[in-house]
């Protein structure tokens, strides 16, 4: 059983599942060389993917090329199906800031065979986390500065601003075809920047808000 923890509440959070958006920003999909979507494009990671603040990154002996993807994360709260876009922003109970770490050489090989991506996307502590903060305490989720560092230096920076499709559209979308539960985390999409990471690396990822303050944050070792 993977959990994740929602700051001021003591019990923490049984994720069912792991929702994922593929280029939710023009940039990155850009960088990519990948079309820009004209509808979300979502992918699921199992539960076990899941990696605490402060936790690890072991590297598969599958893979030579593990990339880091920073991305606002939502908390479902209140599950549903075909829940509307209007309410849909009802349904989260928290934000957060994650990694999607990725083995973009298998991706590769999967792309060019046309194969699912899930060796690539899923594998073990694969979902870093960090602890979410409350929903009603974040303001304007489109609105968020999003930081990635490895060893100290900046690799991605961006805003939620640039979302091509924003959280409510998201939730929304998805769940007219998968019924959302609580515990779900969904992970938003990552901006321009995505690297390498190598055994040893250090990674500190950062929520901000609009003025300034930090909201949550997340650092993991890759081994």
């Not at 920003?25 to 060389?33: D, F, G, P, S, V």
């Not at 990948?34 to 690890?56: C, H, M, N, W, Y």
């Amino acid at each position: 059983m993977h959990t994740v923890t929602l700051r001021g509440f003591e019990e923490p959070f049984v994720v069912g599942k792991i929702l994922c958006v593929g280029r939710n920003y023009a940039e990155h999909a850009k960088e990519m060389k990948s079309e820009i979507p004209r509808e979300p494009v979502i992918f699921l990671k199992p539960s076990t993917a899941i990696v605490q603040d402060g936790g690890t990154v072991v590297i598969p002996a599958i893979s030579r090329d593990v990339h880091h993807e920073v991305e606002l994360t939502v908390l479902v709260g209140k599950g549903g199906k075909n829940i509307p876009r209007e309410t849909a922003l009802g349904h989260v109970a928290g934000y957060g800031i994650g990694l999607d770490m990725t083995l973009r050489d298998v991706q590769a090989e999967a792309k060019k065979k046309s194969l699912p991506w899930t060796m690539a996307k899923g594998f073990d502590a694969s979902a870093p986390v960090s602890e979410f903060v409350s929903a009603s305490g974040v303001g304007d989720p489109h609105a968020l500065d999003i930081q990635l560092d490895v060893n100290g230096s900046v690799r991605q920076r961006s805003n939620t601003r640039f979302f091509i499709f924003r959280i409510d559209e998201l939730i929304s979308f998805i769940s007219r075809t998968i019924s959302l539960e609580c515990g779900d985390v969904l992970f938003t999409g990552t901006p321009e920047g995505v690297g390498q990471v190598v055994t040893g690396d250090k990674l500190n990822a950062r929520l901000t808000a609009a003025d300034g303050s930090l909201l949550t944050s997340l650092t993991v070792s890759v081994i």
